[in-house]
């Protein structure tokens, strides 16, 4: 799969939208293989500053899990901030104090921090401390970096992946340092190997300088064999060669400098690599400097400085929007997805397999009650009412609900009633459930549904009243898995219940869903789902059934994500508490408030506007300050659906009507910042005000 296939399109427009797609799959590759791990680097002292020829130098020792002992030097001018800050990625031969002015420099090029620090630039170096793991292997004459490297790949790991998760939190660290105001990279040799993958797996495009480290990579370890195996991650060429990972950069500011006297590289395969880097920086809309220098293998200081400095004064680009959504799966995640569905590949078991089975292990382990997989929630809604029998008589649904509730009704042959909501727990209101089963005497299921993720505090009179009627009841929880009444969790309160595993619900397995029941009810659920086939061996067909089984690579999808449902709670409630504590005194704006005994997964954080305020022409004017708001749940009630506006009329639905026209649904975001959260609350606080 080689990023380079397929022709180049003419048009600009095109071929901008096709490299910045491309440049996003070269960095989804990356940060697969340099599968990142989590470090904060945290500054053991900050001990010994001294300030020399208007320098002001401060060692570091940080402290982190992996690797004990990771030195570092911050070095600047002995001025006050703010100043633009540079991570300094040495190459692997360097001497820490060389680089930064403790010491006489090696070569005339090698003090690069001082270079920057005299440009006006506070600096971070890092010392890789590739000495000091394994000392004892270089006794025996081998190098302790790539006995390092091999005991990391046993593990799918790298020694690049490593180093670059240490200049990630050292940029971290930069970056959040009072007194920073902009962060770049300079990297040399292997350095520039760990500032390019560092920059490719920032969020935001960083400014980097990049020295001698420029070539196709066939040549730099294959015909020239100059490179150390380390300083490229392992598969890499499966993806990308290193021009498209330079170019990747885009549109982040980039120089890339290399000798024309430089022995472990070719100059003209680096000026190939050089032209194809900004010819696709130029594909993408934006411009990379590359520079070819007298030099041997070593950094041009005075270009690297003027290039930060210009790069570092320029204004930070406005932060991205705040999405309505986003991707939930870390690359942990998703490499465990990889190695699950090759499993499951290898094995020949797509479906109804294994995996299904370990994800119904899994839920059922959640829910405290058995748990069947299926296609989807709708399929989990249509099996549950033809288990219960709803043909030819009549489904009670609340008004406000997804489509699918209702719908599903009349897939299982049944007529459907729409039932007003209480506004407390957004459950059905129980007066108006009582007058509909008055109304509709033939009444086969009642289907209450936990919207946003509430299941109502008045479910307990639901179910009171269906169970005094007779009348059997299917939880629709599709919003609530992982949400509690009173510590009993959603999904365990009908005589069926169904979730949804759709990519917007709180877990997701791409596409799925899941039924919960007991006894005959679940056996049955589990030859239905199979086209009625009496069991896995036999040919034969006593019910009705369908295709609405999982492939065991929608399970595999489910089962990973499921695994973090714990994780993903409490992110969820973090983030709602916060909103909680600073939405009070946005004008208007009243938030919903979670009644007692009820633990919401937050799927959606409620809130209300003002009468009067034009909820679409709200959402317009938010994104355009960047933020986007989710979709409701719902803005149009079923009544009121173009397929079900002919059949359904009856009784009134304020309630519903109210909540319908009044409600937003604030982003609640996997990885979601404070700054982001922030971000929204102002943005309603000036557009409501
Ligand atoms: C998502 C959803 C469904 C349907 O689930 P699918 O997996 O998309 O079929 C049903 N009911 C409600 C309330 C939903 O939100």
């Given at each position: 799969m080689n990023v380079h296939s397929g022709g180049r399109p003419s048009?600009?427009?095109?071929?901008?939208?096709?490299?910045?797609?491309?440049?996003?799959?070269?960095?989804?590759?990356?940060?697969?293989?340099?599968?990142?791990?989590?470090?904060?680097l945290e500054p053991r002292a900050e001990t010994d500053t001294v300030v020399r020829d208007g320098l002001r130098r401060t060692r570091l020792l940080f402290d982190h899990d992996g690797r004990a002992g990771v030195r570092a030097v911050l070095l600047g001018p002995d001025t006050p901030d703010p100043?633009?800050?540079?991570?300094?990625?040495?190459?692997?031969?360097?001497?820490?104090?060389?680089v930064t002015g403790g010491e006489p420099p090696d070569?005339?090029?090698?003090?690069?921090?001082?270079?920057?620090?005299?440009?006006?630039?506070?600096?971070?170096?890092?010392?890789?401390?590739?000495d000091r793991a394994h000392a004892a292997v270089a006794d025996q004459g081998r190098d302790p970096a790539t006995v390092l490297d091999?005991?990391?790949?046993?593990h799918g790991r790298s020694l690049l992946g490593v180093l670059v998760d240490e200049a990630r939190a050292a940029l971290a660290w930069l970056a959040d340092r009072p007194?920073?105001?902009?962060?770049?990279?300079?990297?040399?040799?292997?350095?520039?190997?760990?500032?390019?993958?560092?920059?490719?797996?920032?969020?935001a495009p960083v400014p980097v300088c990049a020295a001698s480290h420029l070539g196709g990579y066939a040549t730099l370890f294959g015909r020239l064999a100059t490179w150390d195996q380390f300083a490229a991650l392992p598969s890499v060429l499966r993806h990308a060669d290193l021009p498209d990972l330079y170019a990747a950069l885009a549109p982040a500011p980039l120089q890339l400098q290399y000798g024309l006297d430089d022995r472990l590289l070719d100059p003209d395969d680096a000026a190939a690599a050089g032209k194809r880097v900004r010819d696709d920086y130029a594909a993408a809309g934006a411009e990379a400097e590359v520079l070819a220098l007298p030099m041997g293998h070593g950094t041009g200081t005075a270009e690297a400085a003027a290039f930060l400095t210009r790069a570092l004064a320029e204004p930070a680009p406005p932060p991205p929007p705040v999405p309505p959504a986003r991707v939930a799966f870390s690359v942990t995640d998703r490499l465990a997805v990889t190695d699950l569905v090759d499993g499951a590949l290898a094995s020949g078991a797509l479906t109804l397999g294994p995996v299904g089975a370990g994800l119904e292990e899994a839920a059922t382990g959640v829910l405290g009650r058995g748990t069947a997989v299926v296609s989807s929630g709708s399929a989990a809604l249509e099996i549950a009412l033809r288990i219960v029998g709803v043909a030819g008589r009549t489904v009670l649904v609340p008004a406000n609900t997804f489509f699918a509730t209702a719908a599903s009704a009349v897939r299982a042959g049944a007529r459907v009633q729409a039932v007003d909501m209480e506004l407390d727990g957004l459950g059905m209101d129980p007066a108006a459930l009582r007058a509909a089963l008055d109304a509709h005497g033939d009444?086969?299921?009642?289907?209450?549904?936990?919207?946003?993720?509430?299941?109502?505090?008045?479910?307990?009179?639901?179910?009171?009243?269906?169970?005094?009627?007779?009348?059997?009841?299917?939880?629709?929880?599709?919003?609530?898995l992982g949400s509690t009444l009173g510590g009993a969790p959603a999904g365990t309160f009908g005589r069926l219940a169904t979730f949804s595993l759709y990519p917007t619900k709180v877990i997701t397995a791409g596409e799925g869903g899941l039924l919960s029941a007991d006894g005959d009810d679940l056996d049955r659920a589990r030859r239905l789902r199979d086209h009625g086939k009496r069991?896995?061996?036999e040919n034969l067909h006593a019910d009705l059934g369908s295709n609405w089984r999982m492939s065991e690579l929608h399970a595999a999808v489910g089962t990973v994500h499921l695994a973090r449902l714990d994780a993903v709670l409490a992110e969820r409630r973090r983030l709602a508490a916060w909103y909680d504590a600073h939405l009070a005194d946005v004008p208007g704006l009243t938030r919903y408030t979670v009644p007692d005994g009820v633990a919401?997964?937050?799927?959606?954080?409620?809130?209300?506007?003002?009468?009067?305020?034009?909820?679409?022409?709200?959402?317009?004017?938010?994104?355009?300050?960047?933020?986007?708001?989710s979709g409701e749940i719902y803005d149009t009630l079923i009544p009121e659906q173009p397929y079900f506006a002919a059949t359904l009329s009856g009784a009134a639905v304020p309630n519903a009507a109210w909540f319908a026209s009044r409600h937003v649904c604030l982003p609640v975001l996997p990885g979601m910042t404070e700054h982001e959260q922030r971000r929204v609350v102002e943005a309603l606080r000036a557009e409501l005000a």
């Amino acid at each position: 799969m080689n990023v380079h296939s397929g022709g180049r399109p003419s048009d600009p427009a095109e071929r901008r939208a096709r490299q910045v797609a491309r440049n996003r799959r070269v960095r989804a590759a990356v940060a697969r293989l340099a599968d990142p791990r989590p470090v904060r680097l945290e500054p053991r002292a900050e001990t010994d500053t001294v300030v020399r020829d208007g320098l002001r130098r401060t060692r570091l020792l940080f402290d982190h899990d992996g690797r004990a002992g990771v030195r570092a030097v911050l070095l600047g001018p002995d001025t006050p901030d703010p100043l633009p800050a540079v991570l300094v990625c040495p190459g692997r031969n360097a001497r820490l104090d060389a680089v930064t002015g403790g010491e006489p420099p090696d070569y005339p090029d090698r003090d690069v921090a001082v270079h920057l620090a005299r440009a006006g630039l506070r600096t971070l170096t890092l010392d890789y401390g590739l000495d000091r793991a394994h000392a004892a292997v270089a006794d025996q004459g081998r190098d302790p970096a790539t006995v390092l490297d091999g005991e990391l790949r046993l593990h799918g790991r790298s020694l690049l992946g490593v180093l670059v998760d240490e200049a990630r939190a050292a940029l971290a660290w930069l970056a959040d340092r009072p007194g920073t105001t902009r962060v770049g990279l300079a990297g040399h040799s292997l350095g520039a190997a760990v500032a390019l993958h560092a920059a490719l797996l920032h969020d935001a495009p960083v400014p980097v300088c990049a020295a001698s480290h420029l070539g196709g990579y066939a040549t730099l370890f294959g015909r020239l064999a100059t490179w150390d195996q380390f300083a490229a991650l392992p598969s890499v060429l499966r993806h990308a060669d290193l021009p498209d990972l330079y170019a990747a950069l885009a549109p982040a500011p980039l120089q890339l400098q290399y000798g024309l006297d430089d022995r472990l590289l070719d100059p003209d395969d680096a000026a190939a690599a050089g032209k194809r880097v900004r010819d696709d920086y130029a594909a993408a809309g934006a411009e990379a400097e590359v520079l070819a220098l007298p030099m041997g293998h070593g950094t041009g200081t005075a270009e690297a400085a003027a290039f930060l400095t210009r790069a570092l004064a320029e204004p930070a680009p406005p932060p991205p929007p705040v999405p309505p959504a986003r991707v939930a799966f870390s690359v942990t995640d998703r490499l465990a997805v990889t190695d699950l569905v090759d499993g499951a590949l290898a094995s020949g078991a797509l479906t109804l397999g294994p995996v299904g089975a370990g994800l119904e292990e899994a839920a059922t382990g959640v829910l405290g009650r058995g748990t069947a997989v299926v296609s989807s929630g709708s399929a989990a809604l249509e099996i549950a009412l033809r288990i219960v029998g709803v043909a030819g008589r009549t489904v009670l649904v609340p008004a406000n609900t997804f489509f699918a509730t209702a719908a599903s009704a009349v897939r299982a042959g049944a007529r459907v009633q729409a039932v007003d909501m209480e506004l407390d727990g957004l459950g059905m209101d129980p007066a108006a459930l009582r007058a509909a089963l008055d109304a509709h005497g033939d009444t086969a299921a009642v289907l209450p549904v936990h919207i946003a993720g509430v299941v109502s505090p008045a479910l307990p009179e639901i179910l009171a009243l269906c169970a005094e009627r007779g009348v059997p009841v299917v939880e629709d929880a599709a919003h609530a898995l992982g949400s509690t009444l009173g510590g009993a969790p959603a999904g365990t309160f009908g005589r069926l219940a169904t979730f949804s595993l759709y990519p917007t619900k709180v877990i997701t397995a791409g596409e799925g869903g899941l039924l919960s029941a007991d006894g005959d009810d679940l056996d049955r659920a589990r030859r239905l789902r199979d086209h009625g086939k009496r069991s896995f061996t036999e040919n034969l067909h006593a019910d009705l059934g369908s295709n609405w089984r999982m492939s065991e690579l929608h399970a595999a999808v489910g089962t990973v994500h499921l695994a973090r449902l714990d994780a993903v709670l409490a992110e969820r409630r973090r983030l709602a508490a916060w909103y909680d504590a600073h939405l009070a005194d946005v004008p208007g704006l009243t938030r919903y408030t979670v009644p007692d005994g009820v633990a919401t997964n937050h799927y959606k954080y409620l809130a209300f506007l003002p009468e009067g305020v034009d909820r679409a022409d709200l959402k317009r004017r938010l994104r355009a300050r960047g933020v986007g708001l989710s979709g409701e749940i719902y803005d149009t009630l079923i009544p009121e659906q173009p397929y079900f506006a002919a059949t359904l009329s009856g009784a009134a639905v304020p309630n519903a009507a109210w909540f319908a026209s009044r409600h937003v649904c604030l982003p609640v975001l996997p990885g979601m910042t404070e700054h982001e959260q922030r971000r929204v609350v102002e943005a309603l606080r000036a557009e409501l005000a």
